[in-house]
């Protein structure tokens, strides 16, 4: 057993943190990684959705085809890979549902993101982890909550503010949830609805090696690693002022 695994955040492309790219390509090297999980919303789908769209944001057609084009930097890099499916990568579906198109009538995740060797499920067992994407996962400890629920180590994403690692150990076993937080910029308009709010996204990933978790957050403020200055390519450019 050799299961390194490199869990990234939502990522919600466009609408990706600059850095975050790298910052997971280094993560992955650091801690010599062998396989990748994506924790849910690679995708944003922002103007394919039941809430209204921002008129300051690209169109259904423009914001496929500008996602398709960031998810190849994605998919090069880590060409195998585990997906959890998120709420927002399977808006499509259940928006077809409201109109009764069935599931059988619409392209696979692997056909709509040119990704043939990324395996998409709702969720994965490995080493006895659990992982998921946490939808309707909540409060101050979701993974931690979830974990509890289901009496078993879990991994999720979800919850963008949520980063964090906690162990419950009992007599017969020790188990933890990590909230693995994720890899957005609240800048952009996308995130409007959250602008009000005190508590900010944290940018960080996770690596699971052989059932044992790690939580690296990721270095951005003025003067480290990762601040924005340092990378000219990131998400979409379509900042609120």
Sequence with gaps: MNNRILCVGDLHIPFVRKGYYEFCKDIYKKYKCNQVMFMGDVVDFHSVSFHL???ELPNALDEYKLSLEMLKQWSGTFPKARVCIGNHCSRIVRLAQTVNIPSQLLRSYREIWDTPNW???WNF???GVYYSHGISTGALHPAYNEMRKRALSVVIGHNHSAAGLKYLVN???RMFGLDTGCGIDDRQMAFAYNQFNGIRSVI?????????PYLEVMPMGKGEGYEDSKFTKGGYNGKRK
């Design 119 to 121: 395996d998409w499920q």
């Design 53 to 55: 769209h921002n008129p």
């Design 171 to 173: 007599p017969e076993r």
């Design 204 to 212: 960080s990933a996770a690596v699971i090696i052989n059932g044992t």
């Design 125 to 127: 067992m490995v080493d």
